[in-house]
């Protein structure tokens, strides 16, 4: 097993997919003989000689794994592999997969396993991963466009699919910005109903319907905002998605 890089386009694009800028699309293996090794700047393989569709099997409830069995036009040394969108969006590559020389008609599988983790393990909820799981792998899953705000003060925890004690959800202003990498982030903005009570706001979260529906994180305010009646609250909160990714 190799560990694989996503570069800065994959990384936006399944940014978009997963906030409702982009539509998910089907998944793509492609690989190549280039032996260049691929950096977060990659947008293509070195030397692709062939893709195909993909077929996606679940692992996990926060894992793929997208497979082709391919068939060498002639003598080559598969040297990267990369997982694509249907739009040619380079997800990720890697050099170093275990296939190396095939010869001409030879039939070979490759086998890429795709991951949805999180640099906090009680924020980012596991409904929200198995959504997004589904979204990056066109499995008929719905993107997370709402954001809700709420007085629940529960510490956060995985196993989350609500805020605690929700005040109001509204369909949210998305805009990719950059944080760590170029636009990689997504920025949800709400701008909700004037208030008629005063409220201590302690948790924010992130949906894909205007109820019910599957939550993507809970995250619970370093510092309660206290909001007296005729404050229109304004919420910004921002996600940084992260994957893991390998071959095998």
């Not at 069995?69 to 694509?84: I, K, S």
């Not at 983790?117 to 799981?133: I, L």
């Not at 993107?143 to 699919?161: D, L, Q």
Request: hydrophobic share 40%; net charge negative; glycine share 8%.
């Amino acid at each position: 097993m190799t560990t694989c890089i996503i570069p800065y386009i994959g990384k936006t694009t399944l940014a978009k997919i997963v906030g409702g800028l982009q539509s998910p699309s089907a998944l793509w293996i492609a690989y190549g003989t280039g032996a260049t090794a691929h950096t977060l700047q990659s947008t293509c393989l070195n030397a692709e000689i062939a893709r195909a569709a993909a077929t996606v099997t679940n692992l996990s409830t926060t894992k793929i794994q997208a497979s082709h069995t391919f068939t060498a036009p002639y003598d080559l040394t598969v040297a990267e592999q990369a997982l694509l969108d249907a739009n040619g969006n380079l997800l990720f590559a890697e050099n170093t997969g275990g296939v190396g020389a095939v010869e001409e008609d030879e039939e070979f599988t490759l086998n890429l396993e795709f991951g949805v983790t999180s640099f906090s393990v009680s924020r980012f909820v596991t409904a929200g991963k198995t959504e997004t799981r589904d979204l990056i792998s066109n499995q008929s899953a719905t993107a997370f466009t709402y954001i809700g705000y709420g007085t629940g003060t529960t510490a956060e925890s995985s196993a989350s699919t609500s805020l605690v004690t929700q005040i109001e959800r509204v369909a949210a202003t998305i805009q990719l910005v950059s944080l760590y990498g170029p636009l990689d982030t997504l920025r949800y903005i709400g701008i909700f109903t004037q208030l008629t009570t005063a409220r201590v706001v302690s948790e924010i979260g992130i949906f894909n319907a205007a109820t019910s529906g599957d939550m993507l994180c809970r995250a619970l305010l370093d510092n309660t905002v206290s909001l007296a009646v005729g404050d229109i609250p304004v919420v910004i909160h921002d996600v940084i998605l992260h994957y893991v990714t390998s071959t095998v």
